[in-house]
């Protein structure tokens, strides 16, 4: 495939990026809504039957409903970015698709999303495992694979290159956006907990330390009463944080689009390919070094906390006297 170059033209200013960004988000707010609403709800729900711990349906119905539910928790959370991103190219494209529409098609792509994410985590723990910077660094150049995955089509590693390809020469403006908003999201959750307090203040809550250890304790003690507090935010950070940071994101790949060539399909895919995998590669021999080391440590512990056979007949002689 040849290189196809566009017209001349910069990253998106983060001013521009966030206009754009609250306004897609004000103009598309109920379909958005609705996209987030079922990873929250299903958050939610397994919440629900973690408390149930079978005191209601039985031991077993708990475990099926634990793994149902677990499973299709983790597959919702998998798609619904999926979803998200094919909603908004397909909205500014022109067309409209429902939200079932987005979560049937979506889940079709499951396997190969799951493929992506999981190239994503080990090269990135590789990274990590890498003096740890490398890995802050990755977390950065791999930042747009699922987006090249929904607009490209390109799966696997070659999504995972095409991230490095937009991201090289242009990190720093990537990291300076990506803290911007970063900073706002943060600064809306700080928000939320003083409104929080706040609300616990007018309600007759009490001012005193010794008044919110004790509402800590309650609330710990019993975990039913967090289930609003759980819904909350879930819905915040599915309905209103996830699609604002990925409409953000989308819109810094398109503006990457307008003026840098379309990543070369054979020769920029080779530049990366063997690092990606070597990264990958480390990422995973570093789990299972990690993994081993905890095994067996957790069986020395367990080794020392075995009486010995002394101690055993130490203990017969003084019970047989």
């Not at 759980?230 to 989308?250: D, K």
Request: proline share 4%; glycine share 8%; with cysteine.
């Amino acid at each position: 495939m040849n290189i196809i170059h566009h017209s001349a033209g910069s990253l998106s200013d983060i001013g521009n990026l966030l206009k754009k960004t609250f306004s897609f988000y004000k103009k598309h707010f109920k379909q958005l809504v609705f996209i987030g609403l079922i990873p929250a709800c299903l958050s939610v729900l397994n919440s629900v039957i973690s408390l149930e711990k079978g005191f209601f349906l039985g031991t077993i119905t708990f475990l099926l409903l634990v793994i149902v539910f677990g499973i299709g928790g983790m597959v919702v959370q998998i798609i619904a970015p999926i979803s998200f991103i094919r909603m908004i190219r397909e909205t500014e494209e022109g067309r409209f698709i429902s939200v079932k529409e987005l979560y049937t098609s979506s889940l079709k792509l499951f396997w190969p999303v799951l493929w992506i994410y999981l190239l994503m985590w080990t090269a990135t723990i590789g990274g990590f495992f890498l003096l740890i910077i490398p890995g802050m660094i990755l977390s950065v150049y791999l930042l747009f694979p699922m987006y090249s995955f929904v607009i490209s089509g390109h799966r696997g590693i070659h999504a995972l290159s095409d991230s490095f390809y937009y991201v090289r020469g242009h990190f720093w403006p990537i990291l300076g956006r990506l803290f911007v908003i970063a900073l706002i999201v943060v600064a809306f959750n700080i928000v939320l907990v003083v409104l929080g307090i706040l609300i616990y203040f007018i309600v007759g809550g009490s001012v005193s330390l010794v008044a919110l250890t004790n509402l800590a304790i309650y609330m710990s003690v019993h975990p039913s009463s967090t289930l609003i507090l759980s819904f909350v935010f879930s819905f915040i950070n599915w309905c209103l944080v996830s699609p604002i940071m990925i409409y953000y994101t989308y819109s810094m790949l398109k503006s990457f689009h307008a003026f840098k060539p379309v990543p070369h399909a054979q020769s920029d895919f080779n530049k990366t390919r063997p690092w990606l995998i070597a990264l990958s590669v480390v990422g995973v021999i570093g789990m299972l070094v990690v993994m081993g080391v905890g095994i067996i440590m957790g069986y020395n512990d367990t080794s020392k906390n075995v009486p010995s056979t002394q101690a055993l007949e130490n203990l017969n002689k003084i019970n047989l006297q």
